[in-house]
């Protein structure tokens, strides 16, 4: 009898043990989050730009501008400028500095005044920090906060690139965001091309929440047309499996049914209660005689 009750208790116990294991293995297995860094500093991206007002130079534009109503080149700073624009319509100013992540947004009115101005991601991506808006005579008239809805910041979001080997001044790799309007919950979307993991994709698009930095879904795509499309990942998915693998029968203890997540909470109340009466001579009660 005493053999057959250590049994038991072993194998709850090996229970209790094998089940943390795998909930180990389910963490190391899932995509690892995109983590914040807590420090309260000032990001550098912030200070590429201000509310100041600015003109722009519509004579020298005219001069050095190409048939296309445009120019493009790279000052002597190392900083790619692409301009475009005319008297009718406005004009409009793309600035990326040497190895910097964004690029500086400025749109003028057709008098050469600064009407709006913001960052964005390099290589067209996301806007990033305080959107500023001037009326006619250069007033400040409106300040958008563009940030507010992301706790995880864009040099989170770059330190997580670093570390995965995604090349960030590489053409096909640029990161996006944006703010769902019904939930008003922030989303980034990595895109780059190269792999994950042994996975290679012409796009990979990697979708995080922007409040937790958890990875949300990973999709690959390849094809002259892009027409293959394999999800790698999909946290939507996998809260649902898990969620019915919780509800699904488990085990039969005694004649009662337990679902995997009952089940788990008998183990733990169990293993706490042994835990607990382990010093009191728990196994002297178990084994006494008669």
């Known amino acids: 009898m005493k053999i057959v009750i250590f049994i038991s208790l072993s194998i709850i116990i090996f229970s209790c043990d094998s089940r943390e294991s795998n909930k180990n293995n389910r963490l190391m297995d899932k995509p690892q989050p995109v983590k914040h860094d807590t420090r309260k500093n000032e990001y550098d991206y912030k ?6 007002t600015e003109y722009f130079d519509i004579k020298y534009f005219d001069e050095h501008k190409n048939s296309n109503e445009s120019l493009i080149y790279t000052d002597k700073y190392g900083t790619d400028i692409n301009i475009f624009g005319d008297v009718e319509s406005g004009y409009v100013t793309n600035s990326t500095p040497s190895k910097s992540m964004f690029t500086i947004y400025k749109q003028y009115n057709y008098k050469g005044g600064i009407y709006k101005k913001w960052l964005n991601f390099r290589n067209d991506g996301g806007a990033v920090g305080i959107k500023y808006e ?3 005579t250069g007033k400040l ?22 570390e995965n080997n995604i090349d960030l001044f590489s053409f096909y790799t640029d990161i996006d965001r944006f703010v769902d309007e019904k939930s008003k919950q922030g989303f980034y979307n990595i895109n780059y091309r190269g792999k994950y993991g042994e996975k290679f994709g012409a796009k990979i698009i990697i979708q995080l929440d922007g409040t937790t930095g958890e ?45 995997k997540k009952e089940w788990e909470a008998f183990e733990e109340e169990w293993y706490e209660d042994y835990k607990k009466n382990k010093n009191k001579g728990f196994w002297n009660d178990i084994f006494k005689r008669p």
């Open 47 to 52: 200070k590429l730009i201000s509310s100041k």
């Open 134 to 136: 001037f009326d006619e």
């Open 141 to 162: 008239i409106s300040e958008i906060d563009t940030d507010l809805h992301f706790k995880i910041t864009p040099q989170d979001v770059i330190k997580y690139c670093q």
């Open 215 to 259: 990875i949300r879904k990973i999709v690959c795509i390849n094809g002259r047309d892009s027409e293959s499309v394999e999800i790698l990942y999909d946290a939507k998915a996998e809260n649902k499996k898990k969620e019915d693998e919780d509800n699904a029968y488990y085990k039969t203890y005694k004649g009662k049914d337990y679902t």
